[in-house]
């Protein structure tokens, strides 16, 4: 209703040409555009700045060049770099894409025995740190020592293989157990449930089967919301570095985020083919989201009515083989790596289970007992709690200024909040660091927790944006306007009435922030030093030195910790959902 | 209400002064250039149709929306002037609101609810018992505000909207979700607590019975306009314009042309054949002889009768359908001229369809107006 919204929006809103005098509401969501304005784009500004500049831009000696550029275009690692990663980005797209759909048709649109766990199974399994998902399948398919190996090679005779988990499959096959399969399950089944069944039914009733139906109906409704999933599933893995890191480095196999990540950590560090090679990534993340916005308003369905009925349909004699076909892909994802983890950290030495005391506790006591890994701990607790506390705090702030304000740049304020969403960790992390490197007054905070907590909370400013502006729409007006007509003021306002109505959608953004700070890896890579490592960085350091014991209990405490949030979430009722 | 404590309200003093108000939404003018004064004590009442402007109005009042023009003059004091570029937020303007939707807090308890605008300035709470005794929710005090009924929630909102003493009390659409009998008695609290309080109000609605029962003066609004402002009685029996004859209560119209028109008598020959004799007061004063007039006439001052009519004065019709409504019947009858009229049917008298009837007005408390 038209009057409806108006009347929403008037309850701060000044009219510029009657009200010329600029007052509270306008200044501040200015220096909110400002803020957040810096925060996003200034660092990637000065990333295209640099991939043109032979030096760092605050050194007034830099000179122009097209070195970086040229090397992006001929060199053969950066241009390999750039083919691996589509071949890869594209192979578990197109494996994981219809494997999620499968599942998410079935746990929201059929009668599958105990689909809220199951659905609850790939949150776990989205959250769960893909570093310690990795490891415990490195365990397993290990060439050497990988215990799936040696048992195959026992039973067949082979002399060697026959998986190899270092390797462009076995890169695939990481990021299919890590977040490809599980961030499309996690959000296209409420997208499926609200779907009106009385669709489907027409569909059936129309001689077409469950199978059919699935592909003539519900599949080109819910298209534009697919796609704007598969395009985040696209970023989401892009944003993951840590995966060819580990698997890709003994055969140098090489992805454009790793290549940047080597890049920097040269010496001397090669800034400007970084650079170039983070731009050319920004472009084509361009195009991508471009060619997902067209799509989605060429062909705008009608997918969520205000009346729907949802009714299950009866699998009948595959209500079991469905549910064990789900509950194998979460032994995949989620039961396997954890389990292995796990026992990889009582064994004496990664993998070998014939020398004498095979099994002992002695990583644990050395890790645990270890300074470097309490001050972690610590670094990541702070990193986490901090992480959580920015999101809530100002994805409130810019959600309530976008529902409510009447603020003209509210809409700006909104596509900011998108743009860190559709940009991988690495290229912020590369961002930032150059942020540091050309801004004397902010390169103080190198080295800090603050710094990292902006950089990681970037990461859930997009979603927490979203989660709390669908919680504040919600929210009539009427409630804040008779706190306002109570003699109550602003502030009073969002702190008695707001927060505690929107209170359940503002945890779960602190949640989601904790959680994505404690496993993050690509925000934070180039802008970790030894004093502010987290764990999950910690745990990165063991893998690349070979310390695999110790790298499993680290994975182990973040794995653990990650579930037992998740959990808490659960029993928040956390609900979350892509709506297009 | 004696006709003493209505001369009082009457000559009270204005609190409130509207003028020149008007406000847009997306370039549909809502509120046209509008006036306004309320007095101290009074009940006022805002009446229109839904999207007429009179929820917008209060808004205004209120300090939730803000006009594209006008002022708003309260007591001494300006609330808003936008040549002067005064605005006095909502929390500063010392008044009371319940809301349509009644907007109570799912959050807080009842007492909480009322305790609300007291504990946000950093007042006592000790009212806050005087007032739910007074709306009648003392037991309910600990209830956590959703466990409650529709009427219940409505008593709730009024008890906030009166917890900080308000010198005016704005009420939206305050019975609209309510049922009948809740709303009577609902009607009778709000009256009585009005007066022992001696408050001001100022009431939305599009109910023409919350309208009458409740307020000393009415203003029906039309496209951000007033029609007409009067007490109620007024409104009813002399209405200022055809869209307030047909807006308030049930009228039965009749076109025809006069026919003879003297100091004394308006004589008009109506399109189905019958002639009335009406008083010339009763005229709009720019009739002249051979006009076209309506004649418009309240269901409760038409008689129907058995049979086709006898004198010239009789309208005779043929009942074309007949519905129960309870109380009495509703009749649509269809004259000679083939129009179709409706009038209403005392219980004891059963009419069957195709029936002649004839039909009386009673020419004391019919109109005449120019047909345009």
């Known amino acids: 209703m038209n009057t409806t919204t108006a009347r929403g929006a008037g309850l701060l809103a000044r009219h510029g040409r009657h009200w010329p005098r600029p007052n509270g509401i306008t200044i501040i969501g200015i220096l909110l555009l400002i803020a957040l304005g810096f925060l996003v784009l200034y660092p990637l500004l000065l990333l295209v700045v640099g991939s043109f500049l032979e030096g760092l831009p605050s050194d007034p000696a830099a000179a122009l060049s097209l070195e970086g550029w040229r090397a992006v275009f001929t060199e053969r690692r950066v241009l390999g770099s750039l083919a691996n990663t589509l071949i890869l980005g594209f192979t578990y797209t197109i494996i994981s894409l219809p494997l999620a759909l499968g599942i998410a048709w079935l746990l ?39 215990l799936l190996n040696t048992a195959l090679r026992d039973l067949f005779g082979l002399s060697s293989g026959p998986f190899n988990i270092y390797s462009m499959g076995g890169i695939v096959f990481a990021h299919l157990v890590t977040n490809a399969v599980s961030a499309k399950v996690m959000l296209m089944t409420p997208a499926f449930r609200i779907v009106d069944s009385s669709l489907e039914e027409a569909s059936r009733i129309a001689g077409d089967t469950p199978l059919q139906t699935l592909r003539r109906i519900l599949v080109p409704i819910l298209a534009p919301t697919v796609l704007v999933i598969t395009v985040l599933g696209i970023i989401r893995s892009l944003e993951s570095f840590e995966i060819e890191l580990i698997l890709g480095t003994p055969h140098r196999i090489d992805v454009y985020s790793t290549l940047i990540y080597r890049l920097v950590q040269n010496d001397p560090p090669d800034y400007q083919i970084a650079s170039a090679l983070g731009v050319a990534i920004m472009m084509l993340m361009a195009v991508l989201i471009w060619l997902q916005f067209r799509a989605v308003r060429r062909r705008s369905f009608t997918t969520v009515t205000g009346k729907h009925q949802t009714r299950l349909l009866h699998l009948g004699a595959w209500r079991w083989p469905a549910f064990t076909f789900v509950a194998l892909i979460l032994v995949v994802l989620v039961a396997a790596p ?162 505690p109505l929107a209170i359940q959608a503002i945890l779960v953004a602190g949640i989601m922030g904790f959680i994505t700070a404690g496993r993050n890896i690509g925000h934070l890579a180039l802008l970790v030093t030894s004093d502010n490592r987290p764990l999950a960085i910690l745990q990165l350091e063991y893998m690349v030195e070979g310390r695999y014991e110790a790298a499993a209990v680290v994975g182990t405490v973040v794995a653990l910790a990650t579930i037992v949030v998740a959990l808490i979430a659960r029993a928040t009722g956390l609900r979350m959902g892509i709506r297009t | 209400m004696s006709i003493a404590e209505l001369s009082a309200v009457s000559t009270a003093a204005t ?34 149709p839904s999207g007429c402007g009179k929820t917008t109005t209060l808004r205004i009042i209120a300090g939730l929306e803000r006009p594209d023009s006008g002022e708003v003059t309260f007591e001494d004091g300006s609330w808003v002037s936008v040549s002067h570029g005064i605005f006095v937020p909502p929390q500063k303007r010392k008044i009371g609101m319940v809301f349509q939707s009644y907007a109570i807090w799912p959050h807080m308890t009842v007492f ?30 600990d209830r956590p505000a959703p466990a409650l009924s529709g009427g219940q929630q409505q008593r709730v909102a009024l008890a906030r909207a009166l917890a900080c003493d308000p010198e005016l009390l704005l009420l939206d659409e305050p019975f609209s979700n309510l049922d009948v009998h809740l709303r009577q008695s609902l009607r009778f609290e709000l009256k009585r607590i009005q007066r022992s309080l001696g408050l001001t109000i100022l009431l939305v609605t599009h109910d023409q019975v919350d309208a009458f029962s409740l307020s000393d003066r009415i203003g029906v609004m039309r496209k951000g306009r007033f029609e007409q402002v009067d007490d109620g009685l007024n409104l009813y029996e002399r209405p200022l314009t055809s869209y307030v004859r047909d807006f308030i209560g049930k009228s039965l119209t009749l076109r025809g042309e006069v026919t003879g028109l003297t100091t004394e008598q308006v004589r008009v020959r109506l399109a189905c054949g019958a002639t009335l004799m009406m008083p010339a007061t009763s005229a709009d004063p720019d009739i002249a002889t051979g006009a076209d007039v309506v004649v418009s006439v309240r269901y409760e001052d038409v008689l129907v009768e058995r049979g086709a009519a006898a004198e010239e ?42 029936e002649a009837v004839s039909i009386r007005i009673d020419p004391g408390h019919a109109r005449v107006w120019s047909a345009r």
């Open chain 2, 15 to 48: 609190i409130l002064k509207i003028r020149g108000l008007s406000k847009q939404f997306g370039g549909m003018t809502v509120i046209d250039n509008l006036a306004l004064d309320i007095r101290r004590g009074e009940i006022f009442t805002l009446l229109g």
């Open chain 1, 108 to 146: 929201a649109r059929t009668d599958i025995p105990g689909s809220g766990w199951l659905e609850f199974g790939f949150w776990v399994s989205f959250f769960l740190p893909t570093l310690g998902v990795v490891q415990g399948w490195i365990l397993l398919l290990d060439p050497s020592f990988g």
């Open chain 2, 313 to 354: 004065c009789g309208i005779s019709g043929i009942v074309a359908a007949v519905l129960f409504l309870g109380d009495h019947y509703e009749c649509e009858i269809t004259l000679s001229d083939n129009t179709t009229i409706t009038a209403s049917v005392p219980r004891s008298m059963k009419l069957a369809e195709r």
């Open chain 2, 112 to 141: 909480e609810n009322v305790a609300y605008p007291l504990r946000v300035q950093g007042k006592s709470t000790q009212r806050v018992g005087d007032i739910l005794e007074l709306v009648h929710l003392t037991d309910f005090a």
């Open chain 1, 338 to 499: 954890v389990a292995f983890l796990i026992a990889g950290t009582a064994m004496t030495i990664y993998g070998f289970f014939d020398i004498p005391n095979a099994w002992s506790l002695m990583h644990w006591r050395e890790v645990l007992g270890d300074r470097v890994f309490v001050g972690s701990l610590w670094n990541t607790l702070k990193l986490a709690g901090g992480a959580a506390l920015f999101t809530m705090t100002v994805c409130f702030i810019i959600a309530y200024f976008v529902v409510r304000s009447g603020f003209r740049g509210a809409s700006a304020l909104d596509l900011l909040s998108w743009v860190p969403f559709s940009m991988p960790g690495v290229l912020f992390s590369l961002a930032f660091l150059w942020v540091i490197l050309s801004t004397p007054l902010i390169s103080a905070l190198y080295g800090s927790t603050l710094l990292l907590i902006l950089a990681v909370s970037l990461t859930t400013l997009t979603l927490g944006v979203q989660i709390i502006k669908t919680a504040l729409i919600q929210l009539a007006p009427e409630l804040e306007e008779a706190s306002l007509v109570s003699r109550a003021t602003l502030p009073q306002t969002l702190w008695r009435i707001t927060v």
